[in-house]
T-cell receptor, first 113, second 114 residues
Framework: QKEVEQDPGPLSVPEGAIVSLNCTYS??????FMWYRQYSRKGPELLMY????GNKEDGRFTAQVDKSSKYISLFIRDSQPSDSATYLC?????????????FGAGTRLFVKA | GAVVSQHPSWVICKSGTSVKIECRSL??????MFWYRQFPKQSLMLMAT?????????EQGVEKDKFLINHASLTLSTLTVTSAHPEDSSFYIC??????????FGPGTRLTVT
């Protein structure tokens, strides 16, 4: 079982739709949760960073963390064609080997005009 | 803030030659930088963790002698692919952790070995 599971998609939605992207994880030691957006042939861009259960909102983006269920989500409201990209979840924890960050496989999102 | 740059953005080299990729944190100091490799339509694969002033820590399966990492200063880490072969062709991305626990990524370097 992978430490982080993320549906690779692709996910195709019409412009203006609400998008829900999700990841599940198995290691309860994860404390920090991140969402990155990656356009084709570019480096990932940090969108959201949270470290506790609950919701965090930034503009059209809302990150949700449910540690009891080991489940995190990213919601995109009023999706735009420019949101078409791959979205990677990531989570981090300190362990005996140091600070480790594990990335999901990424979900490819297409927003159609 | 938290900008990371990489140079070059794209490089083509002949099989058997070596290529150096630079990763710089432009507006912060990073004691730790990370090097990733990414194949098309796949996720990031951590190659090594680079700590300023000490040897890099490589992930299992990554050849230390082939992928040389140097973290010479708090703003610069370099990855040298030695004796490159076509199978080394990939997208190489660095990241840095300026404060807290979040990572910021560079724009990536596309390496093509012919």
């Amino acid at each position: 079982q992978k430490e982080v599971e993320q549906d690779p998609g692709p996910l195709s939605v019409p412009e203006g739709a609400i998008v829900s992207l999700n990841c599940t994880y198995s290691n309860s030691a994860f404390q920090y949760f991140m969402w990155y957006r990656q356009y084709s042939r570019k480096g990932p861009e940090l969108l959201m960073y949270t470290y506790s259960s609950g919701n965090k909102e930034d503009g059209r983006f809302t990150a949700q963390v449910d540690k009891s269920s080991k489940y995190i989500s990213l919601f995109i409201r009023d999706s735009q064609p420019s949101d078409s990209a791959t979205y990677l979840c990531a989570m981090s924890a300190w362990n005996t080997g140091g600070f480790k960050t594990i990335f999901g496989a990424g979900t490819r999102l297409f927003v159609k005009a | 803030g938290a900008v990371v740059s990489q140079h070059p953005s794209w490089v083509i080299c002949k099989s058997g030659t070596s290529v150096k990729i630079e990763c710089r944190s432009l507006d912060f100091q990073a004691t730790t930088m990370f090097w990733y490799r990414q194949f098309p339509k796949q996720s990031l694969m951590l190659m090594a963790t680079s700590n300023e002033g000490s040897k890099a820590t490589y992930e299992q399966g990554v050849e230390k002698d082939k992928f040389l990492i140097n973290h010479a200063s708090l703003t610069l880490s370099t990855l040298t692919v030695t004796s490159a072969h076509p199978e080394d062709s990939s997208f190489y991305i660095c990241s840095a952790r300026p404060w807290g626990n979040e990572q910021y990524f560079g724009p990536g370097t596309r390496l093509t070995v012919t």
